[in-house]
């Protein structure tokens, strides 16, 4: 029987192939489309699209498509059918290529009515499956290589059901964070976005599941808790070097809970000021913490409005204000932080509280979706507490981080199976020896 650390490794390979081109909010129940459309196109244990999987989506979300059958006048070419159908205010359009392979150009594509061509999201099935191939959860047919078979159908499908069951009732946020390096061009931006409830601004990405990617990031938060909200605000960061001169701009933006809620609808939005935004309570965890370069393009270029803003709204935990060494729980954040940023640099995906069925790892590095490193970190905790997290998951590698001081606790109560490492160590060695040590 397949654990259940294994399952939810699975279900967020498929989650982040399934959402990784969100472009604008989305809600859950529109994302629906596309999970039907994966359980439809399953066919015993062959994945196979054709005209009956637009109809079996259409019926089971009681449309009625418009169907466009277009047939090539090459024998050689196969058929090609579009469907186009409404969903609230949004626009349905897929496309299916008839043939013996599912590996072509199908997709499904979801759009505001009101912005005509403009995709708030888009699903590549030739991406989609030629990446779980990838991963191993589908396979080439052995008798037929244009078939593509699923190795466990009655476990596909199941995940299937709990994605469209989990995303019922939440929301679909995309945070862009682009990195453009060019020879004559560098784009730099992000988007951060907060809630403001009474006098507390709480960061969107810490209330929810989030999903990174390389040039952004996905949360998926209840739609309940927009709604429980007053405002949104955005803060949009941008750095541009063009020919030897260098813009920046930070731009805060108030805007109305529908942006998120009703997407395809204009809303209010009102410039922010730094003299408003230092007056709400900001936690330590949900200020916003940039990388070496971007900060250091900012202060060095930021003038105006922006320089101030950067360094008075108090929504930026700038590399100056970083926690002492006296204050336990922001050294765990800290050191959190490290381990995540660490484990970026050896292109694994790297995730601060990841969740596996009811414990909750500090850090958690995967490949493909499979969890490699488990990390637990104590620095006033309860070690026995930390090492029975870690014994409860499947992981290859299991690391005890400590404060030196409880170095010798942690290592006569930890099995052999999990490491140690003393707080220091991370601090005083360098990162290639860091690596290496976490490696071995």
């Known amino acids: 029987m397949m654990q259940s650390n294994e ?6 390979v498929i989650l982040q192939e399934l959402l990784k081109r969100t472009s604008l909010a989305l809600l859950g129940e529109d994302i629906k489309v596309a999970v039907k459309m994966l359980k439809a196109s399953l066919i015993g244990n062959k994945i196979s699209f054709n005209k009956d999987t637009i109809l079996e ?16 006048a090459r024998p050689d070419l196969p ?9 609230r205010d949004k626009s349905v359009i897929i496309k299916i290529e008839q043939t013996d392979t599912p590996l072509v150009s199908n997709h499904l ?4 009515k009101s912005s005509g061509t403009f995709g708030s999201y888009f699903l590549d099935f030739y991406d989609f499956i030629s990446n779980l191939i990838a991963k191993g959860i589908f396979v080439f047919d052995r008798d037929n290589p244009k078939e593509v078979l699923v190795k466990d159908p009655e476990r596909y499908r199941k995940i299937l059901d709990a994605l469209e069951n989990e995303i019922s009732g939440k929301l679909i946020i995309p945070e862009e964070n682009i990195f453009l390096p060019e020879p004559i061009l560098y784009k730099r931006w992000a988007f951060y976005y907060f809630l403001k409830k009474g006098d507390t601004l709480i960061r969107l990405e810490r209330i929810g599941k989030t999903l990174e990617y390389v040039i952004k990031r996905i949360v998926i938060i209840p739609q309940d808790i927009v709604r429980d909200s007053e405002l949104i605000l955005e803060v949009f960061i941008s750095a541009t070097e063009e020919s030897g001169a260098l813009w920046v701009g930070i731009t805060p933006r108030w805007y109305s809970i529908h942006r998120f809620l009703n997407p395809c609808e204009s809303s209010w939005s009102s410039m922010a000021s730094y003299e408003e935004i230092k007056k709400y309570q900001i936690s330590f965890e949900d200020k916003i913490t940039l990388d070496n370069e971007l900060e250091k393009i900012l202060l060095r270029t930021a003038k105006g409005m922006y320089k101030e803003f950067l360094l008075k709204s108090g929504l930026f935990r700038l590399s100056s204000t970083k926690p002492n060494n006296k204050q336990g729980t922001n050294i765990h954040q800290e050191v959190q932080e490290l381990l995540a940023n660490l484990g970026r640099e ?4 790297s995730i601060t509280e ?8 500090d850090v958690a590095w995967l490949d493909k979706g499979l969890l490699k490193f488990a990390f637990e970190i104590v620095i006033e905790g309860s070690i026995l507490e930390a090492l029975y997290r870690l014994q409860n ?10 404060k030196d001081d409880r170095l010798k606790e942690a290592e006569g109560k930890a099995p052999n199976e999990i ?7 991370l601090y005083n060695r360098s990162k290639i020896d860091l690596i290496r040590h976490l490696l071995l």
Request: charged share 20%; proline share 3%.
């Open 109 to 112: 594509k979801i759009t505001c």
């Open 79 to 87: 058929t090609t059918y579009w469907a186009f159908f409404t969903i």
């Open 57 to 72: 989506v259409a019926k089971q979300l009681g449309l009625t498509p418009s169907l466009r059958e277009i047939k090539s």
């Open 354 to 361: 990841y969740t596996l069925g009811n414990t909750r790892i």
């Open 419 to 425: 490491k140690i490492i003393p707080l220091s160590y």
């Open 7 to 12: 399952t939810d490794s699975y279900k967020e």
């Open 346 to 349: 050896l292109e694994l995906q």
């Open 393 to 402: 998951v499947n992981a290859e590698k299991k690391i005890l981080i400590v």
